[in-house]
């Protein structure tokens, strides 16, 4: 069980004000808090022991160093990576999908193969791969997705086919919410023969993920999502195909030895860690990472879900008022719900919570084809739960709503407004 009432004192932000009210944070999904540890561990980092890694031969450099390592081997075992050595830190998701855009695939998709995206994807995990597609004759494909938010899988049988040399697909939606099958997708992907990336972006902050038993071939996160830094992620991936990646990246540190004309690679993963790395906030994300684990992935996952039936349940109060995205059951989908008003655009609604204290997502959220394309609308609010969120957050959400709602009717603001 996770005590939200009592966790939140660990983080300073929380205390704050916004226009005179009580910030309600609900903007998880973008970007979560840092808890008092993890900004303490930076602190004491550039405090006690700031240095580079891995070159140097003085006590603050060998202590920075075995810290950094330290982290790398945290982040493993939390998603259960057989081993340290597969795991590479980049900046964040979208650093670590376009490492595999620029190095596995740059050698192993060719002309006439096929990329299986969803139509529920983030663009980071949609533009690197565009692009590669246009550089290769390569063709991207789409898992289209239904009315009510889950991943349409009639036809997987001929999306997946021989000629797909990758799945790409986010594990849970940062738009929708829904907790993608990938476990099974990624038997059938590999059953004709294709490499798979899981986007674990919003699942790997909110649920217990083991890569083992997904049995994914890559895997990207960031760790502020998970009360890490920014500037600190995580791309995983399966130790025979690591083997076999060029660098992407170039320089200091993931060279062993290097000639006039030539260089040989740093062993695994530094070679794919060129330059100084991003010490201090690989230190904390590890101190993010001992937070998560006291607490307890599956208490955390439990919470989120008990947050959401309870915003499902609130929110079904304006029915008539708007409109509910995604699958509308907590046990499938992860801690968030979008919404819209047929009335007011969700920047507007955004703009009115905002004054209340309430922080939420309003837009595209990132992904312009399914919002837009897909569920044809100009955006949508969103509200995301984490493991400091209360069902009293929930309630100012849904009280605020009703006035913001109330205001812009009495206001007269028609629904031309919405374009
Ligand atoms: N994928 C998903 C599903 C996301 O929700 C996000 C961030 O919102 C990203 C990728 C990109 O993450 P980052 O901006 O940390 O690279």
């Known amino acids: 069980m996770i005590d939200a009432g009592a966790i939140r004192h660990d983080f300073p932000v929380l205390s704050r004000t916004v226009y005179g009210k009580r910030l309600v944070y609900l903007d998880n999904a973008a970007t979560s808090q840092k808890p008092r540890p993890v900004i303490q561990t930076l602190v004491d980092y550039y405090e006690g022991y700031n240095s580079n890694v891995h070159r140097g031969v003085h006590a603050l450099s060998m202590e920075a160093t075995q810290r950094y390592e330290e982290a790398r081997q945290k982040v493993a075992a939390f998603i259960h990576a057989p081993s340290a050595e597969t795991i590479i830190l980049v900046r964040n998701t979208t650093e670590g999908i376009n490492l595999v855009a620029n190095t596995w695939a740059a050698s192993n998709v060719g002309p006439g193969d096929e990329i299986l995206l969803t139509e529920m994807e983030h663009h980071s995990n949609l533009v690197p791969w565009q692009k590669l ?14 009315h009510d938010g889950f991943l349409d899988l009639s036809d997987i049988d001929e999306l997946l086919n021989p000629n797909t040399r990758l799945l790409a697909m986010v594990h849970v939606s940062n738009v929708l919410g829904t907790i993608n099958p990938v476990r099974e997708l990624t038997r059938k992907a590999h059953a004709v023969g294709a490499a798979v990336l899981i986007d674990g972006a919003q699942s790997v902050p909110h649920m217990p993920v083991n890569v083992k038993e997904l049995g994914c071939d890559f895997m990207a996160f960031s760790g502020h999502k998970m009360l890490g830094p920014t500037g600190i992620g995580v791309l995983w991936v399966k130790d025979d195909l690591l083997q076999e990646m060029e660098p992407f990246l170039l320089g200091g540190d993931m060279v062993k030895d290097v000639h006039r004309e030539d260089a040989t690679w740093n062993d695994l993963p530094y070679r794919f860690e060129a330059g100084t790395p991003n010490i201090a906030d690989a230190i904390a994300l590890g101190a993010a990472i001992d937070y998560l684990n006291d607490l307890g992935m599956k208490n955390v996952r439990d919470h989120e879900m008990q947050l959401t039936r309870h915003a499902l349940e609130v929110l079904s109060e304006l029915a008539g008022d708007i409109d509910l995205y995604g699958p509308k059951d907590p046990s499938r989908q992860g801690g968030m719900v979008s919404f819209s008003s047929r ?43 984490y493991i400091y969120n209360t069902e009293e957050d929930i309630d100012l959400l849904v009280a605020a709503l009703k006035k913001a709602l109330t205001f812009f009717r009495a206001k007269g603001v028609a629904a031309s407004h919405v374009h």
């Open 343 to 385: 009335e007011v655009h969700p920047h507007d609604l955004g703009t009115l919570l905002d004054r209340e204290g309430i922080a939420i997502r309003a837009g595209h959220l990132c992904a312009i084809p399914l919002v837009r394309g897909r569920l044809k609308v100009p955006g949508l609010a969103r509200a995301s739960f």
């Open 133 to 146: 597609a246009r550089q290769k004759g390569a063709r991207l494909r789409f898992i289209p997705v239904t």
